[in-house]
Every structure is written in C-alpha cells, then in structure tokens.
C-alpha cells in the first residue's frame, strides 16, 4: 500500500490534544498499515503560542512536555507573538485539527483558525464546539467555495457518532423527536448526587478526570449541551438556529431533596436536550428532568451519554457511550481526519 505523509497542525493542546498525540504514538503502524496515512505534526498551539517544525514534531515529546506542566513556548521552534489564527493563514500543511477551549464570545483561536484555513482550501477536523455554534453557515459556505474538508463528529457526545448518524444514517427523514444526555460531567454529577455525594466533590473528580469542559459553567449550567443541540439542529435536522433559540437550565439550582423526591416516583433527574418537532417548527430546550429510571435515558447512567431518536421512517432509535476520559473524543478526531483524508 502506498503511503501518504499528511502534515498537520494541531491547534490547542488541553486533555484532547494531548490523547491525540497519545493516539498517534500508539496507532502509528496501524495506521500506516491500514489505512496508509503517516501523520507528521508540524505545528502546535496552546495558550502560549505557536511552535512550527516543518520536519514534524515527536508526538510523544510534545505530550511529555504538556504533561510535565510545559507549553508550547518551551519548545523548540516556538514563533513569538503568533497567534494561532496567524499561522492557519500561512503554515504549509495538509491538515488543521482544532481542539482549543470553547469560547461563545468571539470564537478564537478556533474560530480564525477555522476561517483561514478552510478559506486555503485545508480540510478541518473540529472538536472544538465554538466556531460552530458561532458560525455553522459561513464555515460550511467556506469549505464549500474552497473544496475544503470539514469535520466534527467529535463536537457532539465524545466518540458517540451522533453527526455521523444524523448526516449519514437518516437519509429524507423527518425527526419527529430527539433527546438526549449530552453532557457526561452533568450525568456524572446528578448520579453521584443522588447517591448521596455533594455536588462539590463530584464535580472535582470530573475535573481531575479532564472530562469536565475548562470552563466548569459550561458543563454544570447547561450551556455545553445547548452548543451541542445547536450544532444537531444545523447538521442535520434542517434549521438554522443559534443559543439564542434555545431554552437553557442547567442542574446548579437543583436540590438534594427534589433528587430524592423524583426517586421516590421511580424517576431519576437528569440533564436533558430536547429538539420537538410541532407544527410551527421545532422547539429546542435544555433542562434537569425526571425520567423513569427503567427507561433508556433512565438507565444512562454515571458517565455515560445517549441520544433517543424517533422519525417517519426509521422508527425509534437509541445509542449510547461510556466515556469517562478524553481519549474517545480525541479518537473521534481521527475518525474524521482519516473519513476526510480518503475523500
């Protein structure tokens, strides 16, 4: 098999991007051998800068220095006053894969980076929520007008492949309902609570775990879900909405009592996201609810993630994931590099 050498730059080197690099020094032959992809990582970008090596930097070198409390100002072939946004307009490269803190103000870095590089006609793998939430429409417009790759199944569940069922699976369907548990952190923190744990000490462990988003807000009030259902209702069930047409709650009101209250009922909380399809449309909403414990959002338990389909024409559909770790996520971007890389 002949083998192709794909440059790419690895934009934000948090618990994703470090499992990334892991899954690079770990897969590396099979990759080669499978499906005929090398990955040479000839940039790199944390909250410190830049740092271009066009002979490739050594994945495991990079994750060491993250790991020992490094940055990417540490290592060789760091670019002073470069921004990550910056180099996606310039870099000589195959491949940009996203995977920086989400910001819902402005979108950067991922945003910029995102624009100039789908702008140069480079294939993005996104797993970065941002710069989807913020401009779904103009980023898809880009890579249409340049011939451009753009993939982000990683942004919705982890490893759970939500877009890709949506997009590939649910050929003229109409969703009639979807609703799901998105968020692992939030599923986490309410079966913990609810096995009598206050929700201080289980959101800590979430965070010792890298599965809790950076921002902590995000997981716990809600907002992280409602990026997600965001990004659902645009990829595939055919509306254009932002935050701002959905309802958001999040479980930090939420009471030890009304947990034991709903348990009594044979119900348990959780954090639902609900897309409703009614005849003026749909209506999108993220809240704490009970349901009933032996149902299958019920039996989503601990770290666990699921989404609940029903449509005309394929029925009711149902998948989940267990994801107690970053890993998933960043081999959900692997997925979608190498899906883009056989196009």
Not at 82 to 100: F, K, P, Q, R, Y
Not at 126 to 150: I, S
Not at 268 to 278: G, P
Request: aromatic letters at 6%; a negative charge.
């Amino acid at each position: 098999m002949q083998v192709r050498e794909v440059r790419l730059a690895l934009i934000g080197l948090g618990n994703v991007g470090r499992n990334f690099l892991k899954i690079l020094e770990i897969k590396e032959e099979r990759l080669r051998e499978q499906y005929g992809l090398t990955f040479s990582v000839v940039c790199v970008a944390d909250s410190s800068g830049v740092a271009v090596d066009a002979a490739g930097f050594d994945p495991a070198t990079v994750r060491a220095c993250k790991e020992r409390g490094g940055r990417v100002a540490d290592l060789p072939g760091f670019r002073p006053g470069v921004t990550a946004g910056a180099i996606a307009a310039t870099l000589a490269c195959d491949l940009v894969l996203e995977a920086s803190p989400v910001n819902l103000a402005h979108g950067d870095p991922g945003l910029s980076v995102a624009r100039h590089a789908l702008g140069r006609g480079i294939p993005v793998v996104l797993a970065n929520k941002g710069p989807l939430v913020l401009a779904f429409r103009e980023l898809h417009d880009l890579a249409a007008a340049h011939g451009a790759g753009l993939a982000f199944s990683a942004t919705v569940c982890g490893a759970l492949p939500v877009i890709n069922i949506g997009r590939r699976d649910l050929i003229a369907a109409d969703v009639t309902l979807l609703q799901g548990i998105f968020n692992s952190t939030t599923n986490f923190i309410l079966a913990e609570m609810a096995a009598g744990r206050p929700y201080a000490a289980a959101l800590a462990e979430a965070q010792v775990r890298g599965i809790a988003e950076a921002d902590p807000a995000l997981d716990v009030e809600g907002w992280d879900t409602a990026n997600k259902l965001v990004i659902i209702a645009n990829s595939f069930l055919g509306v254009e909405i932002t935050l701002s047409d959905v309802a958001v709650q999040g479980i930090t009101d939420l009471t030890p009592a009304q947990i034991e209250e709903a348990a009594s009922r044979g119900s348990v909380v959780k954090l639902l996201a609900t897309a409703q399809a009614t005849a003026e449309g749909y209506r999108f909403s993220i809240a704490p609810a009970a349901v009933e414990q032996d149902s299958f959002l019920g039996r989503c338990s601990g770290w666990e993630m699921g989404v609940e389909i029903h449509s005309d024409l394929y029925g009711k559909m149902y998948h989940k994931i267990w994801e107690r770790e970053p890993l998933p996520t960043a081999a959900a971007m692997l997925r979608d590099a190498v899906n883009l890389l056989a196009k």
